[in-house]
């Protein structure tokens, strides 16, 4: 009995000992909640009373140094963006590939970084701005300084082809800065994506979406500007892997942000969105194929590469200091109007997803600073449909490119002392483009209008030949050609330079076209180059009498000039001592039956000739360079020693027949010398050079042009010929130069005139191209190892500045070369052959 009391009374106490043992907060909150509650509440206040004092400061000094710390990190790492940014100016082309945007944003999803150097380093990002004015619209990328130089632009040039890009230092898309006495006044917007991101916008569309974009501020004032910005970032790791927690989340019908699920949490009857896999009784079928084809449309933009982008637009003007409130108020609602309009064309993209308006404070700096925080994701499409050129042919205000860029094929020649320069490739990475001196032998053909950039380029290429040592003759009939080579030629090679100047006062150079062994054929020359100048007043008797006249001086002893010619024709007594002097029964007989005319017969046959004789020999300049005695310069040797033949004949100084027979002279007489290497082996031959600018004048040899480019190859002349439409020239002269100057380089050119030379650049440059390409802005097509290489386009660089002084020097060098051949220069022979003084080296 004992013992059943002792267990009896134990039993309780084990019973209590064991719910101690297993007892929890569950379990004390199932026996009493508001006790575990009031319990907790208790040992939170204590644990805050008791770290409080401590934790408190220490958490809030932590948490702001953290702000202060990433705020500064972010402002340096803005300074690094900003750093060296360029402006990348876009020329559209004449025709815009409507995929080219997708493609340009795909290239560029090359700048994202590996995700360890994004957390800690950063992402780049761009900006795709289209800047209004009055005088049209601008599209510009603005490339922060860490993207390397050229990536931007050649992935610009590769997706839209024929588009030019210009590159700047980066500037604000609108000014800061007001000018003097004014004060700027502008409005401003961000657009958002007004639902979760997850959701796309729309990428398809009947017509160019920007169009509506691009009309909305027509007709700005001359202070007004507007500035549509486009932020964008690629991105990957994190910000695509929450985007496609977002998708799920609008998949199954709940809310994105967190305070929204807590709300769905607590908001009875909410019933989720079902899949489009399943059936809820009662669902309309309309309802459910909306959401499958919202599902469809997330998975489509998530799993293509996404770029963070954000949406700025301004439209700002100027107004006086002291306007009025009125007037002050009244300009803003034109600005708010102008704001309106450019919002508004972005609701052609609505779709699934659509844009909302958002505030911009401090509109003009915030668009200048191209700061990028937290944006809304957009996959590369929808980039692309919000931000390219514009596809519409007839976009006003466009500025667009006059030719497609074409680069130059391999093996184009780039730089050397056997290259003569051309330029630079525009197309890529700016190359400089040449011509091999080997490939040179097969002549250049240059046409380009007044001031489109001729003479530079053949400055640049007679300034590399003279600088190689190769001999150069240059035929300049307006005279800036010369006066730049003058005023660039290194001082060393002034002793090597001839210099003929019709403006000068000093004595030229004697060039007569008379003298060498071969009189014939300078007879004949001379002949050709007056019957092709005077040919509408030219007949056979003029052409008998001036040929029959020249032969007969070049068989008299002494030197033969024109000067003697009208001595000739008119003194009895010169022309029977003349008569007595040669032995050619053909011209005795000529001179008997001219003898036997009376004197008016005489006077009426030599007067088509002698006013052309007499204008030419009344010019001082031509009187004393082409008829003043001996010849001082040796054509032979400008052409072999490296010599430099600069011929100055401005039309101006000389008129224009003068000058075409002077410049035909020139040529002549280098024609003549050239053909003279025949006797020297072609392995010594060295490379020589004729430029003739404005050559439809001076291209009037005896000789088929076509037969004279064909040797001039063999004899190592390599002809440079310019000119500015293909009018200007004869046919045969025309087909001569297409066939035989198989280099070609054409600057902008008419309408008519590309036609007919797209035939040497189809179908890489067609006839738009050529009479489209900008000033310094060439289409070339160049000989390559004995063959047409494909044409490219390029651009010429410009002349080195101008050395002080240089022009005089030279001339001055130059003088040294106008003296005669002979031991004393004041010694000449006279018509007998004896020596005399010549008044005019006397002097």
Known sequence: ??????????????????????????????????????????????LALLWGPIAGPMLTIAATAAVIARSRWRRRYHERLITDARLITVLAPPTV???????????????????????????????????????????????????PPGMVERAIEAAWPGAHTRTNPAKPPIPTRAPAGRRIEAVGGELRLALPEALPIRTEHPADPIRALLGAPVGLGPHERACVQILARPVAGHRVTKARRAARRVHSGSSVHLLGRLLDVITPGKTPKPSTGTRTPGLDRQTSLAYSAQDRAIVEKLRGNQFETRIRYVVATTVSENAAPGEVRAVREVLRGRGHAIASAFAAYSEHNRYRRIRLRHPVPALADRRLGKGDLLSIPELAAIAHLPIDDSTPGLQRAGAKAVPPPPGIATTGEQIRPIGLSDSGHARPVGLHIADARHHMHILGATGSGKSELMARMILADADAGRGVVVVDPKGDLVSDILMRLPAQLGEKVVL???????????????????????????????????????????????????????????????????????????????????????????????DDLSEASRAQVIAPLMNKVRGFLLRPFVRAAIAGGESTVDMDEVLNTGGICLVRIARDALGMETARLVGSIVVARTWQAA?????????????????IDECHNFLNLAYPMEDMLAEARGYRLSMTLAHQYLGQLPKELEEGISTNARSKIFFNASPEDAKRLARHTLPRLSDHDLSNLGVYHVAARLVLGGEEAPPFTAVTEKLPPAIPGRAKAIRKAAKVNTRPPTADPTIVADRSGQPSVDPRRAA
């Open 1 to 46: 009995m004992s013992w059943i009391i002792t267990a009896t009374s134990l039993a309780p106490s084990r019973g209590a000992q064991t719910v101690g043992m297993y007892a929890s907060p569950v379990t004390d909150y199932l026996r009493d909640p508001l006790g575990a509650f009031q319990h907790v509440l208790a040992s939170l206040r204590d």
């Open 97 to 147: 590939d409507p995929t080219g945007a997708i493609t340009v944003w795909s290239n560029l999803i090359g700048l994202l970084r590996p995700g360890w150097l994004r957390r800690f380093g950063g992402q780049p990002h761009l900006a795709f701005e289209l800047t209004f004015t009055g005088a049209g619209v601008q599209i510009r990328f603005w490339v922060p300084g860490l993207v």
């Open 500 to 594: 003929f100047d019709a403006d000068s006062r000093a004595r030229p150079p004697v060039l007569n076209p008379l003298e060498g062994a071969d009189k014939a054929r300078a007879v004949d020359n001379l002949v050709s180059i007056f019957s092709r100048i005077y040919a509408s007043s030219w007949g056979p008797r003029t052409d008998d009498i001036l040929r029959a006249g020249l032969l007969t001086l070049t068989g008299m002893s002494g030197t033969p000039t024109l000067v003697d010619l009208p001595k000739l024709l008119t003194v009895p007594a010169y022309r029977a001592r003349a008569c007595d002097q040669i032995d050619d029964e053909v011209l005795k007989g000529f001179w008997s039956w001219y």
């Open 675 to 691: 053909t003279r290497r025949a006797r020297v082996p072609q392995r010594k031959r060295r490379d020589c050079s004729l430029y």
